[in-house]
């Protein structure tokens, strides 16, 4: 099993930061990449950012030049940097893992940009 521990988000203003954080602990033998996904009501889940153990990224086009993800290998961490929030950035982000064992997920933390 992997257990991932999400931390960092909450409420911010319209064009604020927030750091999300995540990190994986259990049985990791090898970490493929790591990553946040985000779920707003009424919608479905999709890619924010991904990055892979050599340093690999990925994001959606939404986020594409606000947000930065950046991982520490050492501790099994991934980060998201997210700036210049929008309301519609407003959901609950999910930190994923793949590891050889397959896909785990985190439980979700919230994050709501409003004035």
């Known amino acids: 099993q992997v257990q991932l521990v999400e931390s960092g988000g909450g409420l911010v203003q319209p064009g604020g930061s927030l750091r999300l954080s995540c990190a994986a602990s259990?049985?990791?033998?090898?970490?493929?990449?790591m990553g946040w996904y985000r779920q707003a009501p009424g919608k479905q889940r999709e890619l924010v950012a991904t990055?892979?153990?050599?340093?690999?990224?990925t994001y959606g086009d939404s986020v594409k030049g606000r947000f930065t993800i950046s991982g520490d290998n050492a501790k099994n961490t991934v980060y998201l940097q997210m700036n210049s929030l929008k309301p519609e950035d407003t959901a609950v982000y999910y930190c994923?893992?793949?590891?050889?064992?397959?896909?785990?997920w985190g439980q979700g933390t919230q994050v709501t940009v409003s004035s």
């Open positions: 994923n893992v793949h590891v050889p064992l397959g896909d785990y």
């Open positions: 990055i892979t153990n050599a340093g690999s990224t």
């Open positions: 259990g049985s990791i033998f090898r970490i493929y990449a």
